[in-house]
Structure formats: structure tokens, C-alpha cells
């Protein structure tokens, strides 16, 4: 279906008969200069769609040996200079909020996610708050058991390769 | 809606859908006014039936977005028509300017005309035979869906090369589309580009490339797809050099037009 945008680019002209509908359409006036109405036969040229490729760095100062951390940034996230794990196998993302607790783990009773046997960067505070889209409980990540509430972020890996995902905030 | 304003028999009910909405109500009747230029009161003298909605059971084409007040008929059995004295051959155009400031899209880019307007009784005398345009008419009698010859999403190149990704829709399994597949309509009560699902994904998969991921396309009913940037963003990286290459079904001419992408991109709102 072309809607009323499609109009922007077209003039759309119509004749009514008895015998039905006639439309000519002439590009419109008011269009981009790209915009045209031909029958000229074009040779193949290459193609604009070449998948492109993409290198993620690490992050010197905060990855340890054999345990890479790379850095991206996350709406939602304050800190200017967040980092993060990466899981090959999961399809979310995960993010700890300011206000994770822990239900007491092992021998460490409840407390703060940036506390033992955690030891996570509370990062999370909602600001700027992206968009809420539901709450999840007790979903498995990495293997933490989590729950709390999923929003629709933007995320960018080295300033750039940003894109809309789900990210499922921890509670 | 208050009813008691018209003189009319309330008893007279219908079931039907117009412009993607599946609805019940009543048949109503009442003179038409519309704003018009140059002509204060441009009103049907008759009373003409309209349609009002006391129930909604499907909406196909604008999920999750305004209906405004409703939807005027402009058909050619439309009421609307004796306004203009029901002429036999009736003629009507759309001539709308740009709504979405495309400076992001050509930085010298200036529209022609500043209002939008639909010719009643005429077509626009801005465009004449000798301009190019091509012809084309209903692939049945009695419908307003249009036969697609060629649908494509790609480029033509400034060395006036092309290359064109086929989105047509195939999908000619008579419980979806059947002999429909491969049609569109032109619609003002609907946005933007409307694509059959198989067509809206491969158009999704192909943006999702020329952005180099960045764009996010919901594969849902009104689905879309975000950018992560404003529109100014993609410029210099070519995006809005991207159009579809559509040719209708048609033998009054061999013209195929180029619809920019940026037709259906805007900065969110």
C-alpha cells in the first residue's frame, strides 16, 4: 500500500468513468531531486548491499586475563565509561540496576548486587529511562538467576554500531 | 457522536470495513460541508448517507495510531460527488507538498508549493501529457488495488548504473493474497508503505545492511522500522540515495518510477 506520504514524491491525478478508474501519476513538484518517472533500460551496477563487517575491542582497562571486557554504552546507563561482559550464547542483554539486591547466595546473605558473591558494577539508574516493555523473573543469564524489568535501549559499541535492543534490567 | 442532530431512521444498520477497520454501526444522514478553497460553503444540498461506528472489530491499517474524526468516501458512487453536480466522468487529483522537511535528505532541498490540495471537478494545471507520467488502472473491475509489475528497493547509481532487490510479493496462496499478490493501493488514510509480510522482511533484512545494522524493523501488524540516529545522520552515509523502483501494471506506457526511501522516513515526532 503507498500512503499518503508516497503523495510527497507523486501527483496523482484520477479519472471516474462509468467503466472505472484512471490514474496518472507525474512526479510531483514539491519532490527530492532523485525522485523520477522513466522507462530508460540501466545497466547493473554494483550492489549497496554489502554486509558489512564490524571490530569489537576490548577494553584494556578493565578486562583481566582470559576474562574480556568490552565497552559500549547503554541508554539508561549515567556511568560515561560502562563495560561489559559478552555471551555468545544468549540472545539479551543483560544490565545490573542501582538498586540490585541479591536474595543471599551461597553463604552471603542478601545485600547489594555490587557486593559478595556478585561483585557486580550497579550501573543501571534509568537515566535517560528508556522505554518499559514488561517485567521477566527468574531468567537465567550467564548463569545468574534474575529477575526484574525489560525496556527497549539503544546500544553502541565504540561510539557507533548503535542500535535499538531489548535489555533486560536486573533488579 | 451526538445523533439526535439528524433526521434520519436509526434503524438502518451496516457491517463493513473501510480503511482497515471492520466495523458495525448505523446509517445516518445529513448535508456535507468541506472546506474548500476560495469557496466558503461547499455543501452537498442532499442528504447523504454516512456511516457512524458503534463498534470496532479489526484495525489492519493504523494500529496503534490516530483515526481522527473518520474517513470520507471519495469513491465514484461517493455522495461527495453531487457537491460538484454528479458529472459523468469525474475527475479528482492529490497534490500534496512535503511533510517531512527534507533538508535532512538534499541539503538545498526547497518545496514548490506550500499547501496540500485535492481538485475537485479538475486536475492540477501544473502538470500536462507532455510531462512524464505513466497511466494505469485497476486490475479488476470494480477495485482499487493496482497490479505491480516490478517492485524493487535498491539504487541507481550517478554513473547511471542500477541495482534492484526484487520485494515483490509471491505469495499467491488464495487463503492470503491469491491474485491480489502481487497489487497495492493508493491511499491517503493510510501513512507510509504498506508491505505484505514476506515483502516488509526482505525490505528489513536489506535496510538492516545499508545501515550496517543500526536499524530495528518490528515485523508486527503497523509494524516499522527506528533508526538509532536522526534522518541528518544517514545522509552522508548514503541511505536516502536508496529508493524503490516500482513499474504498475500497465499497458499505456513502459514508465517505472523511482520513490525515494526518504518519501517514507521522518525524524520521530
Known sequence: ????????????????????????????????????????????????????????????LTEKSGLPTFPATISGITDSAPYFLLDFESDKTVVWSTTCKTTGI?????????????????????????????????????????????????????????????????? | MD???FDTDQTVTYAATYGGYSTSGVILGANICMYAKDTPYFCNVYSSDFYVADAVYQNDWSYDTNAQAGIFGFGSDSPVW???????????????????SWTWAQTNYVATTTGSVMN?????????????HTTFAPFQQGS????????????????????????????????????????????????????????????????????KGESTCLSVKSGYCALSQPCEHYNSLGLWSLDFKVQMETSEDDNYMRIPLATFAANYE
Open chain 1, 1 to 60: 500500500m503507498l500512503g499518503g506520504l508516497f503523495f510527497q514524491s507523486f501527483y496523482a491525478a484520477y479519472t471516474l468513468t462509468q467503466n472505472g478508474a484512471n490514474v496518472e501519476l507525474f512526479v510531483n513538484k514539491n519532490t527530492l531531486d532523485s525522485t523520477e518517472i522513466t522507462s530508460e533500460v540501466r545497466a547493473a551496477g554494483p550492489s549497496p548491499f554489502q554486509v558489512p563487517t564490524a571490530q569489537i575491542k576490548t577494553d584494556p
Open chain 1, 106 to 171: 551461597g553463604s552471603y546473605p542478601a545485600g547489594d548486587c555490587s557486593e559478595n558473591p556478585t561483585l557486580m558494577k550497579m550501573g543501571f539508574d534509568g537515566s535517560p529511562l528508556p522505554t518499559t516493555t514488561g517485567t521477566f523473573t527468574d531468567a537465567q543469564f550467564g548463569g545468574y538467576v534474575v529477575s526484574g524489568t525489560k525496556y527497549t535501549s539503544e546500544i553502541c559499541f565504540d561510539g557507533f554500531n548503535c542500535k535499538f535492543i531489548d535489555v533486560y534490567g536486573v533488579d
Open chain 2, 3 to 5: 445523533k439526535d442532530l
Open chain 2, 82 to 100: 453531487k457537491i460538484v453536480g454528479q458529472p459523468t466522468t469525474k475527475l479528482f487529483d492529490v497534490y500534496l507538498t512535503n511533510f517531512n
Open chain 2, 120 to 132: 475537485f471537478g479538475q486536475h492540477s494545471t501544473d502538470y500536462t501529457s507532455a510531462d512524464n
Open chain 2, 144 to 211: 482499487y488495488l493496482f497490479g505491480l509489475k516490478q517492485f524493487g528497493f535498491g539504487v541507481t547509481w550517478a554513473n547511471n548504473t542500477e541495482f534492484y532487490e526484487d520485494v515483490s510479493n509471491w505469495d499467491t496462496d488464495v487463503t492470503v493474497y491469491g491474485l491480489a499478490a502481487n497489487t497495492t493501493s493508493l491511499a491517503l488514510d493510510f501513512r507510509g508503505l504498506g508491505l505484505p509480510k514476506a515483502s516488509f522482511n526482505k525490505f528489513a533484512n536489506l535496510l538492516s545492511v545499508a545501515t
